[in-house]
């Protein structure tokens, strides 16, 4: 059974930083990209970064780029987001997914396993 666990949430102010770690069981961690995604109150689950098991490519939302950087440790079986400059609107509960064989994809249907999800508050 496939379980993904985020940790690292909190409440910091804007400009501050904090990172995320998603750790993962039951699937061979390695071979498949995983992302992090966001959702606000009453909105939908929107993109923030993904990176490929192979090779580590990554692909950014434009909200994020420049201030954000995922990345990942295989033999940790762990995913990172790494978040700086944080803004009030980067407030929401993020979560990571996977997103198997696929390429960077952007769009959450394509991936699964979700975690519970971790609570990012930025203060103004």
């Known amino acids: 059974q496939v379980q993904l666990v985020e940790s690292g949430g909190g409440l910091v102010q804007a400009g501050g930083s904090l990172t995320l770690s998603c750790t993962a069981s039951?699937?061979?961690?390695?071979?498949?990209?995983m992302g992090w995604f966001r959702q606000a109150p009453r909105k939908d689950r929107d993109f923030v970064a993904a990176?490929?098991?192979?090779?580590?490519?990554?692909r950014y939302a434009d909200s994020v780029k420049g201030r954000f950087t995922i990345s990942r440790d295989n033999a940790k079986n762990t995913l990172y987001l790494q978040m700086n400059s944080l803004k009030p609107e980067d407030t929401a509960v993020y979560y990571c997914g996977n997103g198997g064989t696929r390429w960077l994809s952007s769009v959450s249907a394509q991936y699964k396993d979700w975690g519970q999800g971790t609570q990012v508050t930025v203060s103004s």
């Open positions: 039951g699937l061979t961690f390695s071979r498949y990209t």
């Open positions: 990176i490929t098991g192979s090779d580590g490519s990554t």
